[in-house]
């Protein structure tokens, strides 16, 4: 029974062993010398004129969530159209449900002015 989880732990050993090597390598192998220079921000080639923590406006996340939905909006697409034929009718009107709500979502931000950038 134990022998089949064998090539498990084999591969959860090789996985940590590969995860962790470079972490290793980099901490006892490549020596550490560091200067002022080193340790200075790096900005487009010249020195950094302000705070890097400078907060982002809100909308750019609001665009970016909206990004991400309707990237997942296109990833249920493609394993659909291709097992079409298969699930039928009720596949076909399931993802017009789906997709109506996408839809009906996507008009209210349009509506509420989450995509209008100033």
Known sequence: MLTNYLPVLIFILIGF???CAPLLATRFLIPKKPDAEKNAPYEC???AFEDTRVPFDVRYYLVALLFIIFDLETAFLFPWAV???KIGWLGFFGMLVFLSILII???YEWKKGALEWE
């Open 83 to 85: 097992v079409i034929r």
């Open 45 to 47: 080639g010249f020195d």
């Open 105 to 107: 979502g996507f008009i």
């Open 17 to 19: 062993f590969i995860g």
